[in-house]
């Protein structure tokens, strides 16, 4: 015989999550006060925009049946013919083909059957895939220059967060003044790492001041056995320290000749007056929050 008893229940046909087991907290966004701006620092590593030449002989239009370039938005841009070392800006472009007025500095400056193409990024960040041993320098997302980044007399920094990821086993390491101060640390191929919280280097701690100005550096180390594809990015607040705001000028450099020109700090394209080619960078200056 089934005994029979009361059983006590708290709402009607859920559970009762009324009382708190646990709970955590972290930066959810971010928020800007006066005199501070943000600073991003990262390198990408890719082949996107790499194929081969699927037509026939060509002196200015390079075919690739398997592309999906969106049209009209290559014009300005170099592209390479690899296996002719030749290379022309490209002048037009649909789905499937890119256009040039002529390919110079190659053995015969023209498209054949199973030529490799290459179309970099104009993003100054964006590299080549990182080869095994080699080492690269984190780039300003804001001027294009390679760090190291230089902290003006008068500021600090803070660098609050990063992230990344690898096809390839990689290290990070961190400099400060030239000398070694912390390892951004070990990714391995095909994790992604992020961390959400200030990641233990600020220039505070040395000089509270802003009494002297100040470098920081961070490279990236290929320590696998292949070609490193990917991407990472560190994020810190520049803050005045009892000085005026931020200068209204920026040098960007040209990601194609290495020419540095004088602009705007809200100026995000150059076309360079040495090389003709066109350079993307970003505009930090107005970013205050994100949600």
Known sequence: MAEIFTVETRGIGKPDY????????????????????LEIFGVVFTSVYTGVHTAGISATVMTDAAAHFIADALPGLPILNISDGSAGIIIANTEHTVTVLALVGGL???????????????FAWVQAPLAPGAIAHYVDNVTGLSLPFTVPKGYTLTLIAAGGGFTEDAITWVYFDGLLVMSGGIMEGGQSDYVNRVVGLTTATVDPTGATAHTIDIQVTNIGAGNLEGGVEWNGILEAVGTPPLP???????????????????????????CGKLTLVYTLRNFRQTA
């Open 18 to 37: 009324s009382k708190e087991v646990s709970s955590g907290k972290e930066r959810a966004g971010l928020r800007l006060a006066y005199k501070q701006t």
């Open 108 to 122: 015969g400056n023209q498209w054949s059957p199973g030529d490799v193409y290459n179309i970099p990024s104009p």
């Open 248 to 274: 209204l000028t920026k040098v960007i450099r040209c990601k194609w000749c290495g020419h540095k020109e004088t602009t705007p700090v809200e100026q995000t394209k150059l076309i360079c007056p040495k």
